[in-house]
């Protein structure tokens, strides 16, 4: 462990700034941007001026600082650590290699009463010097910043003149030790420990251990990004899983030049190696940052929004949850897969706009335990932000109590709550005007068509979503154009808030068959008529000129 006193090195130096940033607004995560975008001089310095001057209690506060090991990740730690420190921030805790999880951060902020975490990732986006960049900011309860402060940090950014940061040498990050410059002191920690304690705490690791030792074989892809360690650390180490379980353990800059986002189309190989192979009876993968989950089984692919609902039903099988849960909360396109299983539990359950931080207010008033998006997210009131890793010992748990393969419990779940079918296809990379007009059109029409046939149902409502915060009051309005059917099913379609290039679409679709239907469908046959339904009536094809989503899960 080196402890160093580095205050003669350092000079406060002034920057002004001639071409302050003129950037759009950050986005629910954060500014994300391509990695060139932010190697623009003077562009980094001047969006952490802004968060260091905006974030209540910076002076005389702790700061959290990690990332998820992509290329500018320890460059952006150094200067983050020489502004804060310019700012007086009493302590950083900072990571060996800046490596340190979405969940992991989030965690550490709660347990050191941080007054806030920046996670230097842009989640599944791409990295390296041709790929993505992102700086996310977390405020004091582990989670993303509220809206209301990245709107003051936007504003704050308008405004700049110069930032402040120290001329000293960097800190070394390659082991453990604590640093001093100024009247700030830097820690290093390891990233992985306090987060693998905390997973202890949640799951009866010992259970799932003797329930994989019995021929269960896994395998986990961390596809190049930040979750290797972590995995090597709970699978390969306290697990016991043999050597090699996990798949691309080693965070990479680039990652390899994978695109690390967990799902059917950027996950191919553990995917294949589940759907179509024998050998293996569960596979998993996280993306960039550690926050989302992929659930495979043999022969089977688990769709987050049933990943949520199975969750909720046996919850009770991990000890964190053994006395049930106070309620639940999905994003509004995720299906109702989940209601349907706090109905039968007698919990409530939420329905939230897109994004983590809405499922904020609901964990720390304890209105809710569990919550999940369709987009791979799933999590706890355990910390503020989706958890991967922790989605991924949650299935095993179930597995190990029930002992029964993923397809059987899948089965027994639909047989008894019913199946909602479910898709989303996303059409990526649109030009942001056609996508914007083909969006306003929709939104336009909705009122129109309630009433009206869609696919072979009547339109029972059509409207863009409210969020009324039961917590705080606050209404959140167009988050997403729906299209409700007299049979409950529905389509969803949003633009996405998070892509770099153009404008992606999603459309969301949706149709429940209860549990004395057919459970056993392809998706894609299940929904055709919904989605051949929205293409004629949205204009996706004709608009775009694409013939086929960028990528259907
Ligand atoms: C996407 C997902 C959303 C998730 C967000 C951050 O946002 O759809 O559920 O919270 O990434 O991981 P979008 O691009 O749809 O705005
Ligand atoms: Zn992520």
Redesign the pocket.
């Known amino acids: 462990m080196s402890s160093k006193e580095l205050s003669s090195e350092h000079k406060l130096v002034r920057v002004c700034l001639d071409n302050p940033f003129t950037d759009q607004k950050p ?3 954060g500014l994300r941007k391509s990695t060139k975008h932010f190697q623009q001089s003077n562009y980094l310095e001047s969006f952490v001026e802004a968060i260091l001057q905006t974030l209540p209690g910076i002076e005389g506060g702790v700061l959290v600082l990690g990332g998820d090991g992509r290329f500018g990740n320890k460059h952006g730690i150094d200067v983050i650590i020489r502004m804060a420190a310019a700012h007086r921030v009493k302590k950083i805790i900072t990571t060996v290699d800046g490596i340190l999880s979405t969940p992991a951060a989030s965690h550490l902020i709660r347990t050191e009463k941080a007054v806030g975490g920046i996670i230097l990732s842009a ?2 986006n791409s990295g390296g010097p041709d790929g993505d960049f992102g700086v996310k900011i977390n405020g004091p309860n582990g989670g993303p910043a509220a809206e209301s402060l990245t709107d003051a940090i936007y504003a704050k950014t308008t405004k700049l003149d110069q930032y402040l940061i120290l001329n000293n040498e960097s800190i070394p990050l390659d082991n453990p030790g604590t640093y001093s410059i100024s009247t700030t002191n830097i820690e290093v920690i390891n990233g992985i420990d306090a987060y693998v304690e905390l997973m202890q705490k949640i799951f009866d690791l010992d259970q799932i251990r003797d329930f994989l030792s019995n021929d269960f074989l896994m395998a986990f892809d961390a596809l190049n990004a930040v979750t290797g360690p972590y995995a090597i650390r709970l699978f390969e180490g306290l697990l016991g899983t043999p050597s090699g379980t996990v798949r691309n353990g080693v965070p990479l800059e680039d990652f390899g030049g994978c695109h690390p986002d967990p799902n059917l189309t950027y996950a191919k190989d553990i995917a294949s190696l589940l759907l179509e192979g024998q050998d293996y009876a569960f596979g998993a993968a996280c993306d960039g940052d550690g ?2 989950n992929m659930i495979l089984g043999r022969k089977c692919f688990v769709n987050p929004s049933d990943s949520l609902a199975l969750l909720t039903a046996n919850a009770t099988c991990a000890p964190a949850y053994s006395n049930g849960l106070v309620g639940v909360a999905r ?1 509004m ?1 995720t299906s109702s897969a989940v209601d349907v299983v706090a109905k039968a539990l007698g919990i409530d359950c939420f329905e939230t706009p ?3 931080k809405f499922f904020g207010n609901l964990l720390d008033s304890g209105q809710i335990t569990l919550c999940g ?3 791979f ?1 799933t999590g706890s009131n355990h910390v503020r932000e ?1 958890d991967g890793i922790w989605a991924v010992l949650f299935w095993l748990q179930i597995l190990a109590r029930k002992k029964c393969s993923v397809q059987t419990l899948m089965n027994q779940h639909w047989s008894r709550f019913g199946r909602h079918y479910y898709s989303r296809h996303d059409y990526e990379s649109i030009a942001s005007e056609k996508a914007q007009d083909l969006y306003t059109r929709v939104e336009s029409l909705l009122p129109s068509i309630i009433g009206s046939s869609f696919a072979s149902n009547k339109v029972a409502a059509a409207d863009n979503f409210t969020y009324n915060d039961p917590v705080d009051g606050s209404i959140t309005n167009r988050q997403g154009l729906r299209i409700l059917l007299d049979d409950g099913s529905r389509v969803v379609l ?1 633009l ?4 770099t290039q153009g404008a ?1 679409l ?1 459309v969301y679709l949706e149709r429940y068959i209860s549990s004395n239907g057919n459970l056993t469908q392809d998706p894609q046959k299940a929904l055709a008529e919904l989605i051949q339904a929205i293409d004629s009536f949205a204009e996706i094809t004709k608009r775009t000129g694409m013939k086929r989503p960028t990528v259907i899960t």
Do not use: F, I
């Open positions: 986005g629910t995560s989640s599944h926050d989302r994003s396109p897109t994004g983590w998006e369709e987009s997210g989706k949003r996405s808030g998070t892509g992606t999603r």
